[in-house]
């Protein structure tokens, strides 16, 4: 019975071990892709002061494909967007960023240019709702000293 029961022990150490080593593996793996998807972000940037719209929105893309929560590749890529006068697709990435974005410091960029996108295309109630929700953000960031 002594044999047994040290077996099992060994058995469940050594699962235990190959799971953790799996989990680390795991790990590094999403940290590559971090690495990768803001090396796209940062190339996007190079690509649209090089004012190649193309090239910029397929760098963005290829981040947030890597990162679903790539914030500042959807925040950039609706930037782009604006700039390029495509206004849905500019106030949609704006919504997309806003919603990853982790902090509030983070998500009162995409709810500043979502307001102004939304009054460039006329839309005067959503862009509104936008600056209220800027202006909601911003109070939360001064109450906590953050600006």
């Known amino acids: 019975m002594y044999s047994f029961s040290h077996s099992y022990k060994a058995l469940v150490a050594a699962m235990f071990c190959i799971i953790a080593a799996q989990a680390q593996e795991e790990e590094s793996l999403s940290n590559k892709q971090l690495k990768a ?3 796209l972000t940062f190339e996007g940037n190079e690509r649209l002061t090089e004012k190649d719209f ?3 929105e397929a760098k963005y893309r290829e981040s947030i494909s890597i990162n679903p ?3 500042n590749s959807k925040y950039n ?3 782009a967007y ?3 006068e495509s206004l849905d697709e500019a106030a949609l990435s704006f919504v997309k960023a806003a919603k990853v ?3 509030d410091l983070e998500r009162h960029q995409p709810f500043h240019n979502l307001g102004n996108t939304l009054m460039k295309k006329k839309e ?3 862009a509104v709702e936008a600056i209220k929700t800027l202006l909601e ?3 939360r960031m001064r109450k906590l000293d953050i600006i």
Request: hydrophobic residues 50%; without cysteine; aromatic residues 8%.
């Open 69 to 71: 929560k790539a914030m």
């Open 124 to 126: 005067y109630a959503k």
């Open 37 to 39: 998807a803001n090396n």
């Open 54 to 56: 193309v090239a910029a």
């Open 137 to 139: 953000i911003i109070l």
């Open 101 to 103: 974005a982790d902090t």
């Open 77 to 79: 890529l609706g930037n």
């Open 82 to 84: 604006y700039n390029q």
